[in-house]
């Protein structure tokens, strides 16, 4: 059984898994991801059963047979070996995991033609850097289709490039963590984005989203982002408790209870569609309606500035949010409070959809 340890430096829960074979001990560590005790023996007692055996396996095959070569790592089967374990051990959502695919493919594509990780050196952070903003944007059809790739002249935004850039930092670090690495190879540093206020959708321009769609159940999965601010793959992890719905795997890790009107969360999940077809025809929703430059996402923003216009206090609302702090939620402070009242308390005409009101700030 591994021991359970807490970081002093940063409090987070930690898994030491030890073997000992001729005198000769090894010990790999894993984070829980949570400073909880109790949320940290659950993750133990999950890791235990699914992990700890083939870890222990491994370090004691590294004891008995050791590489011979043991400065020669393809990256491609490191990003592989990565790729495979990461999700069990770390508890990571698939939503987290496909942005670490996608990191991946760019890494392993941009050093395709070094032999190994360990030939990685300081100078290839700039090799990286212009790879990643020089990358184009893949199609959003190809991307849904899993089909042949068909890139857009576009370049990826500064945003998606330090996207990449913390999944190749995350994939790294790990790979000190087994040892595959001595040390990183080069420091990793986010590229400077212009400071943006979020994008919010005003309740005319969402009439008119819903007006553009004719599929009922899609209405109401628009309408479920809009009234609880939930993220995009929280849908398919949360249930309905009453008139709550509780989030039960989230990019924080935390369970978190949000107030839902029960027929809209039992309409919208009536039909499950893949999360790219919802982004897809939400996207779709907003050209026919002449709405420009906003995203599913956006209506996450809405939510929040419409609740701190209700009353909502700003750790009520970090709450609601699933934010780790507070300080993340307060980049709605910076709308003044006058400047939002404005927008949401539009009155957009409104057909007679069930379950589906507009609820308005008074």
């Given at each position: 059984?591994?021991?359970?340890w807490q970081d002093k430096k940063t409090g987070v829960y930690r898994i030491k898994v030890q073997v000992t074979v001729d005198g000769q001990t090894k010990a790999r560590h894993f984070t829980t991801g949570s400073k909880d005790k109790r949320a940290a023996k659950r993750f133990q007692k999950a890791f235990e059963q699914n992990r700890e055996p083939e870890i222990r396996a491994e370090l004691i095959r590294s004891i008995q047979y050791p590489a011979t070569k043991p400065d020669e790592f393809p990256i491609k089967e490191a990003v592989q070996t990565f790729l495979k374990n990461i999700q069990s051990e770390r508890g990571i959502t698939d939503s987290t995991l496909e942005t670490y695919q996608l990191a991946l493919n760019?890494?392993?594509?941009?050093?395709?033609?070094?032999?190994?990780?360990?030939?990685?050196?300081?100078?290839?952070y700039s090799i990286l850097l212009k790879y990643l903003n020089a990358k184009k944007k893949l199609s959003q059809k190809s991307v849904q289709n899993k089909t042949k790739p068909v890139y857009l002249e576009e370049t990826l935004s500064k945003t998606t490039v330090n996207i990449r850039l913390r999944g190749i930092r995350t994939f790294l670090n790990w790979a000190v963590e087994r040892e595959i690495l001595q040390r990183m190879p080069f420091q990793i540093r986010m590229v400077k984005t212009d400071a943006q206020l979020p994008k919010y959708i005003s309740p005319t321009e969402f009439q008119a989203i819903l007006d553009n769609q004719s599929n009922e159940n899609l209405k109401a999965i628009f309408t479920l982002y809009y009234e609880t601010g939930i993220r995009l793959s929280e849908i398919y992890h949360s249930q309905l408790n009453g008139e709550f719905m509780t989030i039960i795997q989230s990019k924080s890790r935390k369970q978190r209870i949000i107030p839902v009107n029960p027929e809209l969360y039992r309409q919208a999940l009536a039909v499950r569609y893949s999360l790219s077809y919802i982004e897809h025809q939400f996207k779709k929703s907003c050209k026919a309606a002449n709405v420009t430059g906003k995203t599913i996402h956006s209506l996450r923003h809405t939510f929040a500035l419409r609740s701190l216009l209700s009353g909502v206090d700003i750790y009520t609302l970090a709450q609601l949010l699933g934010h780790h702090s507070v300080t993340v939620t307060e980049i709605y402070l910076k709308f003044p409070k006058d400047f939002i009242k404005t927008i949401f308390r539009q009155k957009p005409k409104q057909k007679a959809e069930i379950g589906m009101a507009i609820p308005l700030a008074k």
């Open positions: 059984m591994g021991n359970l760019d890494f392993s594509h941009c050093f395709r033609h070094k032999k190994s990780i360990q030939e990685l050196g300081k100078d290839d």
